[in-house]
DNA sequence: ATATGGTTTAACCATTCGGACAAAAGTATA
DNA sequence: TATACTTTTGTCCGAATGGTTAAACCATAT
């Protein structure tokens, strides 16, 4: 394995995962995929055999991506504001470099609910846990949280939608101002989690 | 015309719309549509001319379905309160009743945003028009809202993300419990007004 | 009976994925 | 250097599938 073989192995990598993000997986095709990476079809089959097992590859990678870090923030010690604000920052910040992930996994998993169960097995993580790990740490604290699983998904939403919807509210709300709205992203930040903590905010 | 007629013609949009939205424009062929509508091939393109117009068609009525309500309720003369519970209420509702909805729209919009201006355009909405009433609507009462735009986000957000994302929170947060996840959508609407209004709550 | 409009059959052409094959270029090793 | 092995390219092919069109068929209403 040398290191030009390393190089085209992941250069390919790089450029299909762009090209799938953008463009979906029946809407990629492997030609596209080598005239973007400046190489050709065959080369693709000789690294990878097929576009399923490309796309899979892929898929995975992006998919685990992001839980681990789930469960890392709300197992440390923490206080739970601490933790809600690292979780708020770590997310949105990690979605600014990577703007196109929450509706390529959404999209995906929605067509294709059947292999999610095998994505978390390969993935080596346990989910169950991380989840549980974060109810507890929600129900510790003396918060008006009603049902953790709620507002679990108000704080995951919170982060993703705005990800998820960009040209609908960049051309919506921000008469398509790209700067306007790169700006309202990083804000977001802050709003995100001071919006979470005074909803939960007893009294 | 006759009722043979219509019932075919409204037959395919109806089957087609079910298949875009599950699939995707690329995801989708012809065939498919034809074959879960029971008829053949050329018969779509007798009353559709072609793959895109059929699309199109369907995905202007869905994309238009949604904005004209909010901006009805946010022009009535409620309290802000009242407001908000409407638009809750009436947007959970009606994704309970077509879950696709949020991520068909979201998806084509992110591979295809260039349309989007014609759409609105075609929708006879003027989308400008409903923001402004919607903020003039946020600020003029006393609440603890810095900015009406990161407001209206999580407002929507809060609304959508858990359709969009079903699949995965169902089998992360509810080991794909479908009547779990079921009631955990209706308890939202009461859930998501309550949040909201807690999080803009002065003091 | 004929004209009309819905429907089917059959075919067209382009494109897709996957691969076979031969040859060139590159790299390692003896 | 000579030799073997790996990577890369180019070309072409086959089977399948894609969207599309033209023509024929059929029922019905005039």
Redesign the interface.
């Given at each position: 394995m040398t290191a030009k073989n390393v190089s085209t192995e992941e250069n390919i990598l790089n450029v299909a995962r762009e090209v799938f993000m953008?463009?979906?997986?029946?809407?990629t095709t492997m030609q596209r995929i080598a005239d973007e990476a400046g190489i050709n079809k065959s080369l693709l089959h000789y690294y990878y055999r097929s576009k399923e097992k490309l796309f899979g590859q892929i898929f995975a990678e992006v998919f685990s991506q992001f839980i681990p870090e789930l469960g890392k923030i709300f197992m440390t010690d923490m206080s739970l504001e601490e933790k809600i604000r690292a979780f708020v920052d770590s997310y949105i910040e990690g979605f600014i470099r990577n703007p196109?992930i929450p509706?390529f996994?959404?999209?995906e998993?929605?067509?294709n609910?059947q292999n999610?169960?095998d994505l978390?097995r390969k993935s080596g993580i346990d989910?169950e846990m991380v989840?549980r790990t974060i109810m507890e740490s929600l129900k510790k604290e003396d918060l008006?949280i009603?049902?953790p699983?709620?507002f679990?998904?108000?704080m995951?939403?919170?982060c993703?939608?705005?990800f998820?919807?960009?040209?609908?509210?960049q051309?919506?709300?921000?008469n398509n101002d790209e700067k306007a709205y790169s700006k309202?992203l990083l804000?977001?930040k802050h709003?995100?989690s001071e919006?979470?903590l005074?909803?939960?905010?007893k009294?």
């Open positions: 953008r463009n979906g997986y029946s809407g196109l509706i996994v959404m999209q998993l929605s067509t609910p999610l169960a978390i989910p989840i008006n009603q049902d699983k709620q679990m998904v108000n995951i939403g919170l993703v939608f705005p998820a919807a960009q040209p609908l509210i051309r919506l709300i921000f309202f804000e977001r709003e995100v919006f979470l005074n909803a939960i905010r009294g």
